[in-house]
């Protein structure tokens, strides 16, 4: 015992001399920090591809078995795809970040290459200048989409036989689409000037092409019906009595057959068809699972302008174009101007007979959401209108319609409900939630059951902190296969609730320990969850912040399979057998990929992201208790520096915006290009405090300085850092939570704000440009929790605004804008740097980006803000000189000089 522990301690103290050898990252490392980027399992289990995803941007693609410890390696690949036959493995071959950094600046084309493997011998194919690919549905064949010339929509396809390697090649293809039944492939041929237009179809098998079709007209929609060989396709029709286009629908009954049926809706013609509308091919056709209804999107025609030749051949006078905003706009003139391509894309729901040629209106407002339930006998629309005011200020409800397909007969079944769920997958149950319980109708009697009623438990999200007339649920992960249940969570459980409403099941029992279960989808999500075989749970740790799955059997208790201090994710199943794979990371551990059978026991760790960080000293995180001045216990993570020496105490940067805690395990990639970058602090010789706040309806200022100052005093009476060097950050909302609290509290010693939110009066009556929506959408019950307008509780709105007492401000503050900021306008930084310069202070730097956004996107200006911060916290954490910048500012013509490098 005694030589084992000497040879231990030797050991250990070797190790602490490495450690203590070791270095911190500085920005010339940063670059080859990886991190896993999309991944994809062999339909066999016996192939893994993933990306590699660098910070220099030399990404890669990898491709390795199971049963050796290589791997392919593919500079610069993505995308990759393997065939359902688990042979082939596809995918696109990118440029590196010079060259395309060189092509960019020629103004040339960027464009990818496509790689073809063959799995078991490794011979590969690559082929140039392909846009995308496609396998056909046994996976016998691969399509690849050339790159259409420039102002062109039609591009050059080939079509490769992966066995043999012989090509089939099709010119100016404008769509395709492979059938699930066996590989035929629909093409549409369109040609200057449209004399070789037509619909084809290829069987890549026979290497037989049929022209279904031929004409003048642009075909569009290519559709085929489910495990058949029905086809149907949108033919355009020109008509100069209107702007606009309508179409025909074709449709084929056995399209690859010699003499397949043929049936034609021309709107022109058809019994039922809505006057004044003209089929759209904005929604691509799609068939009723039987094959008896194709259904297509309707718009209204628009008749071509006659005005000219009204007024004659004179000059018309120029019309104005003035924007007419008016107060009971649901959708504001901004956010009618962002979603106008969406508008246009917007189509009513009709159903076309095919066997009787007739036509039902299925939806009526094209604003609206209309859902095909089951077999498509059914289809349910929302209809908000009756309740306007409550869509534009942040409490919407609506009623939903049933309409009948077959007779186009509506009949309103839901009122002012607010979280409905759709259909049950054969369509004959609707679900919602009212606030309190869960509810299902039969679509067939009308009858309605309390489904959540004998559960005697809450399903409401516990840790839901807006104000509000309801309180949304946990979630739910709709209706069992069988539709004999609806599933539907607690705060930590899943529930089974018969249809019938009796005896509801808690299936799960994580109550006991704080563990929040939850059902992760694995196969297709349309087919309901089917409790008669293996059900896999998402277990995450409320408190602990350990996370892992767990397995559901029917009549078993539930099998934690893996659970850990670690952040476990991105369970996937290969397509047809029990292999799967998941990340695993810390914060001082980079995320790896794992594979294991159903159970993940001894699960085997696949790659080795970032093996090289052993020789640099890295930070680590912990999960800490604080109670906040309202007494409510929270929680936060804990980062320590590198290299972190106990008799030491330390600066700390407090980064803020909600809750935090659960991000104690996720792994930080060092980057510039991330300016608020916890790993890069950490080096640097800071703590990083990030606590969690919870808020309270109409005080969100007040309540970040109830939850932020204990948490750092709670840090700060550890011993572990220094009290007068602390510093805070945060952005967008948490830009705002930096601007307020240091008009609150003394201390911070520095403070970064980035896009903040800094007058809650002139903020209120702004804008989101981005989206278009009106900041009171949610002023009231969203993020600023605020509930009421500012005339109903002005002191409350005064008490919350940095704005209100920003001359009480003796913190330094750094405050980054965009000026091109379309979430949280820029005028919010400059309203409060005049203010702060007509209160006196010296010490307060407003950043504008030029053309930036809410985020910075430009490299340069997102290395530039990082090295920013680094400069103000360093300067009034650390006692390092101040740069220029930070002490004089900056002159218009000193700014151009130094812009002269640009050019």
């Known amino acids: 015992m005694t030589r084992q522990f000497s040879l231990s301690l030797l050991a250990i103290i070797a190790l602490a001399t490495n450690v203590a050898a070791q270095s911190p990252i500085v920005p ?21 591809a993933y990306g590699v995803t660098r910070v220099n941007e030399e990404n890669e693609l990898r491709v390795r078995p199971m049963d050796r410890d290589t791997a392919f390696v593919m500079p610069n690949g993505s995308g990759a795809a393997f065939s359902v036959d688990s042979r082939w493995v596809a995918y696109l071959i990118g440029v590196s970040p010079a060259t395309r950094e060189r092509l960019e600046r020629e103004r040339k084309p960027v464009r990818n290459a496509l790689g073809i493997r063959e799995l078991a011998t490794g011979r590969t194919d690559s082929i140039p200048e392909i846009q995308s690919f496609r396998f056909s549905a046994d996976g016998r064949f691969v399509l690849m989409r050339r790159y259409p010339a420039e102002g062109k929509r039609v591009a050059d396809v080939i079509v490769q036989s992966l066995a043999t390697g012989a090509r089939m090649n099709f010119g100016n293809v404008g769509e395709f689409a492979w059938s699930d039944r066996r590989p035929l492939l629909a093409l549409t041929i369109e040609t200057e000037g449209g004399t070789g237009n037509a619909v084809q179809v290829y069987d890549a098998v026979a290497q037989v092409v049929r022209v279904l079709e031929s004409s003048s007209s642009s075909y569009r929609g290519l559709a085929w019906r489910e495990k058949s060989e029905d086809l149907a396709v949108l033919r355009t029709v020109a008509d100069p009595g209107f702007r606009d286009t309508t179409h025909v629908v074709l449709a084929w009954t056995g399209a690859s057959a010699p003499g397949a049926a043929r049936k034609e809706l021309d709107p022109s013609r058809a019994g039922g068809f809505p006057p004044g509308m003209r089929i759209a091919d904005a929604r691509r056709p799609e068939w009723a699972r039987d094959g008896s209804v194709v259904f297509i999107g309707l718009r209204s025609r628009t008749p071509a302008d006659s005005a000219s030749r009204e007024r004659g051949a004179g000059t018309p006078p120029r019309v104005s174009d003035v924007q007419v905003w008016h107060s009971q706009d649901v959708r504001i003139m901004p956010m009618q101007k962002v979603q106008e391509s969406q508008d246009l894309q917007r189509t009513l729901l009709a159903a076309w007979h095919v066997a009787d040629a007739r036509v039902v209106q299925v939806s009526h407002n094209p604003l609206e959401t209309t859902r095909l339930l089951g077999d498509g006998r059914h289809a349910t629309e929302t209809d908000r209108s009756a309740y306007a005011f409550g869509t534009m200020f942040g409490r919407p409800y609506q009623d939903v319609w049933l309409v009948d397909v077959k007779t186009g007969q509506r009949t309103k079944v839901l009122e002012k409900i607010r979280y409905f769920y759709g259909a049950s997958p054969s369509g004959k149950k609707l679900a919602w939630y009212d606030g309190t319980s869960y509810w299902s109708q039969d679509v067939a009697t009308g009858t309605r059951v309390n489904l959540s009623a004998s559960a005697k438990v809450s399903f409401g999200d516990a840790d839901w902190d807006y104000p509000g007339d309801l309180t949304p649920p946990e979630g739910n992960a709709g209706w069992t296969k069988d539709e004999r249940a609806f599933l539907a969570y607690d705060t930590h459980d899943l529930w089974s609730l018969p249809a019938d409403g009796k005896a509801a099941q808690r299936l799960t029992s994580g109550a006991a320990e704080g563990i929040a279960h939850r059902i992760i989808r694995l196969g297709p999500a ?7 075989k293996p059900v896999y749970l998402t277990l995450a740790g409320r408190l602990t912040k350990k996370s892992g799955y767990a397995r559901l059997i029917a009549g078993k208790p539930v099998e934690r399979l893996a659970f850990d201090d670690a952040r476990i994710a991105r369970l996937m199943r290969a397509d047809s057998t029990d292999v799967f794979a998941f990340t695993r990371e810390r914060y001082n551990d980079a995320p790896d990929w794992f594979i294991g059978g159903p159970q993940l026991r001894d699960p085997r760790q696949v790659t080795a992201f970032n093996s090289f960080q052993s020789n640099y000293s890295w930070g680590r995180s912990e999960l800490v208790e604080f109670t906040s001045a309202s007494e409510q216990p929270l929680q936060a993570a804990l980062y320590y520096p590198a290299n972190y020496d106990p008799s030491r105490k330390y600066p700390m940067i ?10 104690v395990h996720q792994y930080p990639v060092p980057s510039e290009r991330n300016y608020y970058n916890t790993a890069v602090w950490n080096a640097n010789g800071y703590f990083v405090l990030q606590p969690d706040i919870v808020f309270r309806g109409r005080d969100p200022g007040l309540s970040v300085l109830d939850a932020v100052v204990p948490a750092v005093k709670a ?9 007068a060097r602390v510093g805070h950050v945060g952005h967008s909302w948490g830009g705002y939570e930096a601007t307020f609290l240091p008009t609150r509290t003394h201390i911070f010693a520095a403070t970064v704000a980035g896009a903040p939110i800094t007058n809650f009066l002139s903020f209120a009556g702004a804008i989101h440009w981005t989206p278009g929506i009106a900041e009171f959408d949610h002023w009231e019950t969203g993020q600023a929790r605020m509930d009421v307008p500012f005339w109903e509780d002005m002191d409350a709105y005064l008490r919350n605004s940095p704005a209100a007492k920003v001359h009480e401000l003796r913190t330094p503050i750094l405050m980054e804008v965009g000026d091109a900021d379309g979430t949280v ?5 400059i309203e409060f740097y005049n203010f702060a310069r007509r209160a006196g202070r010296k010490d307060f730097v407003l950043l504008v980006y030029p053309g930036e956004d809410h985020g910075l996107r430009k490299k340069e200006n997102q290395v530039d803000y990082h090295r920013r911060i680094l400069e103000w916290f360093g300067h009034y954490l650390k006692g390092d000189p101040a740069p220029k910048w930070m002490t004089d500012g900056m002159t218009w013509l000193e700014r151009k000089a130094v812009l002269e490098v640009n050019k």
Do not use: C, F, M
């Open 654 to 663: 407090v980064y803020t915006y909600e809750r935090l805690s659960q991000n």
């Open 825 to 829: 306008d820029w005028h919010q930084g």
């Open 715 to 723: 840090i700060i009476a550890r011993g572990l850092v220094d009290s």
């Open 526 to 532: 349309d087919e309901g969850v089917d409790l008669t």
């Open 28 to 48: 010339a490392d940063y670059g080859k920090w990886e991190s896993p980027g999309p991944a994809s399992l062999s339909p066999n289990g016996r192939w893994l």
